[in-house]
């Protein structure tokens, strides 16, 4: 991260602060509230920035290295700035079996972006990840929230069509 984010400050709307501590409230110790926190916060903002951890650690009285270990761990979460719709192929075993690989080639040339890059209309970036626990209806992604099984150049195409 930046010289200029380092500089950057954030503060955890009250919204936000309230569905932390409901979160909080049911863990011995506040700390098991990260990952929850990292999540409404990517929720409302987007991704998560160095100062959005500064502000989680600073709220949940840790430190700011004990956040960003979570953040960075967990491939949902984004600690880089992405599109507005972002798709996960799984491209773990079964999936890449059954032809994930030649889904993320089909996306990539579509959309002219790399693995981990956002098209150059800032709509969609394209991540490969790891298990994503649909062994069964593989290949499969993630768009956002929704799985998106037994996935086909077709089946990509129509859904690249919908985010418009």
């Excluded at 693995?115 to 069964?136: K, M, P, Q």
């Amino acid at each position: 991260m930046s010289a200029t984010s380092l500089k950057a400050e954030f503060h955890l709307c009250q919204e936000i602060k309230n569905k932390i501590d409901k979160e909080a409230g049911k863990y011995p110790v506040r700390q098991a509230a990260v990952k929850s926190a990292l999540r409404y916060c990517q929720e409302k903002h987007g991704w998560i920035s160095e100062a959005v951890v500064r502000a989680i650690a600073d709220y949940l009285n840790l430190r700011a290295i004990e956040v960003y270990e979570v953040a960075t761990f967990y491939d949902m979460f984004y600690t880089q700035p992405t599109g507005r719709h972002c798709l996960r192929v799984c491209t773990n075993v079964s999936c890449m079996l059954r032809g994930a690989e030649d889904i993320v080639n089909h996306i990539r040339s579509t959309l002219n972006v790399e693995c981990g890059g956002t098209s150059s209309d800032g709509r969609i970036t394209l991540f490969e990840s790891e298990c994503l626990g649909a062994c069964g209806g593989a290949p499969m992604m993630i768009c956002g929230d929704q799985y998106v099984e037994n996935i086909t150049a077709d089946k990509v195409d129509a859904l690249l069509a919908e985010l418009e």
